[in-house]
């Protein structure tokens, strides 16, 4: 005879009912943002699977972790899958002792967003130690904590960026090459998910793509308007848009929604140069990282930006997209208009003078500075200008370019779907730094193309480029740049023949070059596939970052003050600084360009220990 128990009855009655309402979990306008990963028991069955599965079995829960360590001390951030109510919110960190295991930290797993940070201070960057972080009785989650490669001659660097949510599943060809590559760096530039209002599930999807390459090396994450929820963003110092769109300024979420976002992507990257919160209390997170002796500045470019909206004339079919080619390109770079914006121009000129542990200098960002684009979304689509690129305003631009410029920096970016290789202009064509933009992991949203209307190359185009249209060229805001290489998508409905990939960076300390690289997502290095994309691999000289043409030259330094010394030039007639470099070589001439005089400080770590004022450049 079959027996159910009333409690069972009541069970059942209780399951069949309509769940309460739930409370948002950020704001009441927007009630489903991050709805796919709240508490377990609150996750709403729907027709249709999620961007993952967050019923995982307790002992996977810990999804995955991202670290860094820099001025001794590390910080690692784990991400979990959502827990149940009665489940423990603190998770622990493990590293690995003389053979055993010993915890050295706990951490509040918090709550939206299921990510939890460690920080250790002491930490001692010169031992590979393994770790792993534990939740509960079973769940574990393990990786490898590298040392810093200081003593490395070359220094590898993966940039990436744009991760299509509509090619689901894992990417294992790229994940293959990458750990043959072995990299000393992961740089994400942005877009990681594109689940606009579903970021932790989309950040945990992101996890699981990629947790076999960044579990046991540092990896740098920033987001980008994708991340945080719009198509576009122009952060106006935290303001709030009107639109997702955007081109008002602000962020459209809500800044408890964006802060999760931040929190979850970027906590464990060093701790803010200028931690002050911008508008709505959004946190800020521009940073430094020293790996390898290659000293990164990772920028925002996005969190300071006007909107074009209501600031200039609208000259398209949208407020950032001008498409009229008789237009006049300095209306648009009104006075008043901010790109990076003052707080991190004070970072930049700081990064510029401080070279400790530093031989040399890379700028980071999501974007990039400039519009190496014709051709939007579709083929059929040309575009004169996009406002979203950092090509605008065309000031703040040459600003942050003049500052990298004086590191002696290349800038390496992602964003525009778009793999090229470009060295900017600012003054002049070639007088600024070169500029590497990522391909798209997964080119399968908004494909873009370099195809001059003219169909001929610029003046001065790269000699025996398998490339028809290199050169010298305006790109549509009157910004000057030499367009190196490009990889335009042959066909964007043909995974093959997408142009996805990614960016790969050899630092050479020795020879002082950097090597940029453009791999296919689908090539098999491991197979001994050297196929780049056409016109790659580039190698520049780090020096010709700064591209002015000289007029004269300092003579070499006398009674240096260190074997490799942090090295000064200001030019005394205008107050400018030229530039701010250590010095592998000081019999090194030292280029100027105009007749000065001149002024040479210089030390170990920064200029700061020897001046030599009324110095004349020889001819």
Known sequence: MLRISYLSVVAALLCALPLPAQEPLFDAQFPNLDSQARILEEIKPTKKPGIVNMQVPRDEVVAFALYTHQDKTLKLSAQLFPLSRDEVRTVRLELERNGEFTEVAQAEVMYPGWDAHFRVEDWDSSRTVNYRVRHGEKATFEGLIRRDPVDKNEIVVANLSCNSSRTKGPREEMIANILQQDPDLLFFAGDQTYHHTQHTAGWLEWGLQFREITRDRPTITIPDDHDVGQANLWGEGGKRASTAAGPDGGYFYPPGYVNMVQRQQTWHLPDAFDPRPIGGDISVYFTALCIGGIDFAILEDRKFKSGPE?????????????????????????????????????????????????????????????????????????????????????????????????????????????????????????????????????????????????????????????LPWTGQFEDGLGNKIDMLAYANPPNVKDEKQRADGYGLVRFDKSKGTARFECWPRFAKVADGDSAQFPGWPITIAMKDNDGRRAVGYLPPIEQPTSKHPVVQVEDQSTGEVLYTVRLHDTSMRLPVYSNGPFTIRMGTDRPNEKEIADVSPEK
């Not at 209306?331 to 530093?358: H, I, K, M, N, P």
């Not at 202009?425 to 949203?445: K, L, M, Q």
Request: a negative charge.
């Open 310 to 466: 209501g600031k200039i004339p609208k000259m398209g079919p949208r407020p950032d997209h001008i498409n009229d080619p008789a237009y006049d390109r300095s209306s648009v770079d009104v006075a008043g208009l901010s790109l990076l914006g003052d707080r991190q121009l004070a970072f930049l000129e700081a990064w510029t003078e401080d070279w400790e542990g530093a031989d040399y200098k890379v700028a980071l960002s999501q974007t990039a500075f400039c519009g190496a684009v014709h051709l939007h979304g579709q083929p059929s689509n040309r575009l004169l200008a996009d406002l979203d690129c950092n090509g605008w305003p065309q000031t703040g631009r040459n600003k942050a370019l003049r500052i990298i410029r004086r590191a002696w920096a290349p800038h390496l970016c992602g964003d525009q779907h778009l793999a090229v290789v470009v060295k900017h202009g600012i003054d002049e064509y070639s007088d600024g730094p070169f500029g590497f933009t990522s391909p798209a992991i997964v080119n399968t949203i908004y494909g873009r193309w370099w195809h001059p209307e003219d169909e001929k190359p610029g003046n001065n185009p790269v000699e025996k480029s398998p």
